[in-house]
DNA sequence: CTGAAAGCGCTTACAG
DNA sequence: CTGAAAGCGCTTACAG
């Protein structure tokens, strides 16, 4: 691999000067910067980071952080998050350094080692939980994280995430005013995550503006005995705003199974189904991951050039109804 | 963070024999390797990569590649296999890097930069196509690469994969004994991916074996009037051995619409569908991807200790049937 | 506008 | 068995 000495010695000039015009400092004349770059160019140069990250004591690489659990279903939105971190990094000529695990301790461990190693001092977390040990301790060290969803309560850090309230009103706009729905069900999980709090909110709200009863049903992911009790209780049901597409689809094949050939709309969320694995009753609120993860690497890199205060802390990314 | 200089300071020592002591030469005592461990542990000092890898001109960092594009079912896999490498890789104290990008160019470019900077010398690519740009890149390139799936032909490079002859003969058998299907038919992609092409081997013996008539489906992903005709055209059909849990699933949904009321069993690939998205007739053979990830590191490491040659070169992962 | 020198935190040949 | 010194490839204060 080919070195800022090498290029130094063949155009004669001093290493200094060579660095310099690479990093397009002004002290050096524009000619002998693009006489630099071109040959840099030419020759294929590309600076050696653990050089360059030594001096500098930084790191070009940014911490990808999976959550310890997640369902099958989930994969797809997270390898989006993936793909648009990485389309920015690229840019910045960072890496980007997955931590993945299948208990907490590993994955500490792992971000504890980047950490002190010297190799990561940014950290994007594909999750947001409530009193997570990996977000604590972020916290404490000297590093800079953005999470995807935001912070339980407060703006206790920086990150992105949709506008739940709204994804959930949009969802139950949509099933009453385009599919005709005069009794959708609100579906949650039993986790109780935030964002399911939020659609919940945004559901309420138009339900109660299209002069409508709110239903809510908790569904859980091991025993359906409650489903099924509710779906016999509840014979008016025509449609379901269900807080993921993954439960939304175990609502409707429950739906189908106890009244065979009748009919609900479903609106879930994650687009995270493939189309032929559903019909034309199966929508779902796409909430652009692959968006939010270039927007999570933008937030990080711009509170590096200047401390990020209020609002530009945290980014909110439009979603969009797939029919 | 704690740099070797300053236990030097602190114990009296030499910065020399510190390094030496923590990379456990056996020039220096035993009894002060383990003070200095000691001490080390201690003081939570963990080595600065980025000086540690410039002095020995090596990188402890694996590239991970994902393929361009993928299907919404497939990204369980990448992500069990990113658990498997990631597992490996902690253990020898190496960070996962990935490069993804939405086109081969964005992904060239990537793997190119990892590369040319001094930060990356072993790859583990996710896939293995035929043809594929990015591994003639790697070919010529001073690293150290294994795909998962074996290369079309020969043995070129290092690899994982799994026995898909006979996961192809298991799955067949799986229809035939334990299910009682008497016309199995074998559905594939339009791809032909090798995998497939070793698959049907494996479905063609069994069917063999059994005394059977083989049947075979390519079944476009875009265009399903060719599922149509076929199904039918085949009344017999009671059994299906697709390539994967989606071509699988696609099938049967289709079959379900086409013949109401009558069923079918299906085995399919990669435990790739949540339960609750299918029924009792769906059943899958899980390739461990895990262990395929895991293995995978492990042979790049391995390669590095001591150049392997032959079958050292590879490792075949073993397959299991849910039922 | 350009250069010589020091330093980032490690490892290792050379010396004792 | 231990240490002083050079060097990995960069950047940047200091000097001219």
């Known amino acids: 691999m080919i070195t800022i000495r090498d290029i130094a010695k063949q155009m004669g000039l001093s290493v200094s000067t060579v660095s310099r015009a690479l990093n397009d400092n002004p002290r050096i004349s524009q000619k002998t910067r693009d006489q630099v770059h071109e040959f840099a160019n030419k020759a294929g140069y590309q600076p050696n980071y653990n ?40 840019k910045k000529n960072y890496v980007l350094s997955v931590a993945i695990g299948d208990t907490t301790e590993t994955v500490i461990e792992n971000v504890t080692s980047m950490i002190k190693r010297g190799q ?34 407060g703006d206790s850090w920086m990150y992105v995430d949709n506008d739940n309230v709204k994804a959930g009103y949009d969802g139950t706009k949509f099933l009453i005013d385009e599919l005709g729905c005069q009794h959708p069900v609100f579906v949650e999980s039993t986790n109780g995550w935030p964002y399911e709090v939020d659609r919940l909110t945004g559901y309420l709200t138009m339900v109660d503006e299209a ?45 189908r199974r106890q009244r065979p050939g009748r009919e609900v709309e479903v609106v879930g969320y994650n687009a995270s189904l493939p189309r032929e694995l559903t019909n034309e009753h199966f929508h779902s609120v796409d909430l652009n991951p692959k968006e939010m993860g270039r927007s999570a690497a933008r937030i990080l890199f711009a509170n590096e050039t200047k401390q990020l205060t209020g609002e530009q802390r945290h980014n909110i990314i439009a979603h969009e109804i797939m029919v």
């Open 211 to 255: 002069g409508l009863r709110p239903v809510i049903l908790s569904s859980s992911e091991t025993d359906n005995t409650e489903t099924i009790e509710f779906i016999h209780e509840h014979d008016e049901i025509d449609g379901v705003l269900a807080t993921d597409d993954y439960t939304g689809l175990r609502f409707y094949s429950e739906y």
């Open 51 to 90: 050089a360059r990250n030594l001096t500098n004591k930084e790191a070009n690489s940014v911490g990808v952080v999976f959550p310890v659990n997640n369902r099958v279903v989930d994969n797809i939105f997270y390898v989006n998050l993936l793909r648009g971190i990485n389309n920015q990094l690229s």
């Open 120 to 153: 990561v001092k940014k950290f994007i977390l594909l999750y947001s939980h409530l009193n997570d040990p990996i977000i604590r301790l972020l916290e404490k060290s000297p590093v800079d994280f953005v999470t995807v969803g935001k912070p339980t309560h």
